[in-house]
């Protein structure tokens, strides 16, 4: 008898409880607040490795997952993906939650991304567009937009350097790579400033950045990336 009457009040208990849980909410009690937004620029995804190569395909993925969230059928050419590191602002690798791997939690500069999608309606890469079309420059003398072609950018680590560098100036705005070739990348970018003043201001003796000696063909600056 004992037990039984345990069962039943066992049984009892679990009722009751599931009664509590399906109970509709009383008309006087408050909403629970909505949860917050996440960031429609961020994105965390599983990442194989900590060297260049594995870095940058997860960045890649995590900017396709960007590019769906924030332009949902936007669909990134693999010229665009493969220069993805320069839509980065800032990166962090953590273990992945189920406690096997890693995982890359990758925020992108809101500014770059907006532009690449405004430049691109229909989802094309921007990649290995025509510097001269690039350009909406009155002249490069003055204030404007323009772009920048920096040589010597010969692996990822000094691709992100360029662009910290660039997009810290408060003389400089949406700094967005538009294409690459061999070891030198091609920038779009505005200024508040005369181009040649802002740029002679990075070219510090102790800094990365010195005037190429070859100007680059249709760029209206040229510099070369000093390790």
Same mark, same amino acid.
Do not use: C, K
């Given at each position: 008898?004992?037990?039984?009457?345990l069962?039943l009040?066992? $049984?009892?208990g679990?009722?009751?409880?599931a009664?509590? &849980?399906t109970a509709?909410?009383?008309?006087?009690? $408050?909403?629970?607040?909505?949860a917050?937004p996440?960031? =429609?620029?961020? *994105?965390?995804?599983?990442v194989?490795?900590t060297?260049?190569? &594995?870095?940058d395909?997860?960045?890649?993925?995590?900017?396709?997952?960007?590019?769906?969230?924030v332009? =949902?059928g936007?669909?990134?050419?693999p010229d @665009?993906?493969?220069?993805a590191s320069?839509y980065?602002?800032?990166?962090?690798?953590?273990?992945?939650a189920?406690?096997?791997?890693?995982?890359?939690?990758?925020?992108?500069?809101?500014g770059?991304?907006?532009r690449?999608?405004?430049?691109?309606?229909g989802?094309?890469?921007v990649?290995g567009?025509?510097p001269?079309?690039?350009?909406?420059a009155?002249?490069?003398?003055?204030?404007?937009s323009g772009?920048?072609?920096?040589?010597?950018i010969?692996? /990822?680590?000094?691709?992100? /350097?360029?662009?910290?560098?660039?997009?810290?100036?408060?003389a400089?705005?949406?700094?967005?790579? @538009?294409?690459a070739e061999?070891?030198?990348v091609?920038?779009?970018?505005?200024?508040?400033?005369?181009? *040649?003043?802002?740029l002679?201001?990075l070219?510090t =003796?102790?800094?990365?950045?010195? &005037?190429?000696?070859?100007?680059h063909?249709?760029?209206?600056? /040229?510099?070369?990336?000093?390790?």
């Amino acid at each position: 008898m004992l037990r039984i009457f345990l069962s039943l009040l066992l $049984a009892l208990g679990v009722i009751a409880l599931a009664s509590a &849980q399906t109970a509709p909410q009383s008309a006087g009690s $408050a909403p629970e607040p909505a949860a917050a937004p996440a960031n =429609p620029y961020s *994105a965390t995804v599983p990442v194989a490795g900590t060297s260049d190569a &594995q870095r940058d395909a997860a960045i890649a993925a995590a900017l396709t997952q960007v590019l769906q969230q924030v332009s =949902p059928g936007f669909a990134a050419s693999p010229d @665009v993906l493969a220069q993805a590191s320069g839509y980065v602002r800032n990166f962090r690798y953590s273990r992945a939650a189920s406690g096997n791997g890693l995982q890359l939690q990758v925020d992108f500069d809101p500014g770059a991304v907006s532009r690449l999608i405004a430049a691109n309606p229909g989802g094309a890469a921007v990649a290995g567009a025509s510097p001269a079309t690039g350009s909406t420059a009155t002249t490069p003398a003055q204030g404007g937009s323009g772009t920048l072609w920096v040589d010597g950018i010969d692996n /990822s680590h000094a691709f992100a /350097s360029l662009l910290s560098m660039l997009r810290g100036d408060n003389a400089l705005h949406d700094v967005v790579p @538009v294409s690459a070739e061999g070891d030198g990348v091609l920038l779009q970018l505005d200024f508040d400033q005369p181009l *040649a003043t802002v740029l002679a201001a990075l070219e510090t =003796p102790a800094g990365h950045l010195a &005037q190429d000696p070859q100007p680059h063909p249709g760029a209206d600056a /040229s510099l070369r990336w000093v390790p």
